[in-house]
């Protein structure tokens, strides 16, 4: 089944204690995206890979750190959680080789960050 | 800059009524237009798109909306609502401006309830 896999679905943490949310797509896609989503502001981008090794920032990429050594997955990293970073955050990925404005994004089913 | 608009943070409908979930949207170049749907503890999937050709555009689960460049809209209909159309809704606009990339913009989202 296609499908774009995020791990965990929940996390609870302490402020400053390093985290990683993996993100791993079966479609071959080379477009890959982190976003999170709060109330009343919709989905806002984080950070973007067109390929392997080629990552850039969106919209609100302070506090975050992403890679992509390899095709499938697009881990995020959040070095020093702060409570503002409580969000829930879904990755997405797509065919589209100018990202996914002109195609689709396929989504993972999130994971909800508690930061305290 | 690119912008969109939901109108109505919250929409409640009676089962078997109308549904309207309004999207207006800010662009410089012709854009590319979408609709997502998130069911509750899952992640976004797509109900329909607008890239070119005919204005009306027809999605799954009986949606359809209508691009209209005069009043930069792209409303969400259906004519029957049911029970399981419970769900928050996401207009979303794709920036076609940049050369090699095209950004896709999110609005705030509309929660739909369907009243028995």
């Known amino acids: 089944e296609a499908q774009v896999t995020q791990n965990p679905r929940y996390l609870i943490t302490v402020t400053g204690k390093k985290l990683t949310v993996t993100c791993s797509q079966n479609?071959?896609?080379?477009?890959m995206s982190w976003y999170r989503q709060d109330p009343g502001l919709g989905l806002r981008q984080i950070y973007y890979s067109m390929n392997v090794e080629v990552t850039d920032k969106g919209d609100v990429p302070e506090g975050y750190k992403v890679s992509r050594k390899e095709k499938r997955n697009f881990p995020l990293i959040l070095e020093s959680p702060s409570p503002n970073q409580t969000s829930l955050y879904f990755c997405?990925?797509?065919?589209?080789?100018?990202?996914?404005?002109?195609?689709?994004?396929?989504f993972g089913q999130g994971t909800r960050l508690t930061v305290v | 800059a690119q912008s969109v608009t939901q109108l109505g943070s919250h929409v409640s409908v009676s089962e078997g009524a109308l549904v309207l979930l309004r999207c207006n949207y800010s662009?410089?170049?012709?854009?590319?237009l979408f609709w997502y749907v998130q069911y509750p503890n899952q992640g976004l999937q797509l109900l329909l798109k607008y890239t070119t050709g005919a204005t009306l555009v027809k999605g799954i689960n009986g949606f359809e909306a209508e691009f209209k460049k005069s009043e930069t809209s792209f409303h969400l209909t259906k004519p029957s609502a049911h029970m399981s159309d419970a769900a928050e809704y996401f207009c979303a606009v794709s920036d076609r401006s940049r050369t090699s990339y095209d950004k896709v913009i999110f609005g705030p989202g509309t929660s739909l309830s369907v009243i028995p």
């Open positions: 997405a990925s797509s065919y589209g080789d100018r990202g996914w404005g002109n195609t689709e994004a396929f």
């Open positions: 479609m071959n896609h080379e477009y």
């Open positions: 662009s410089s170049v012709p854009p590319y």
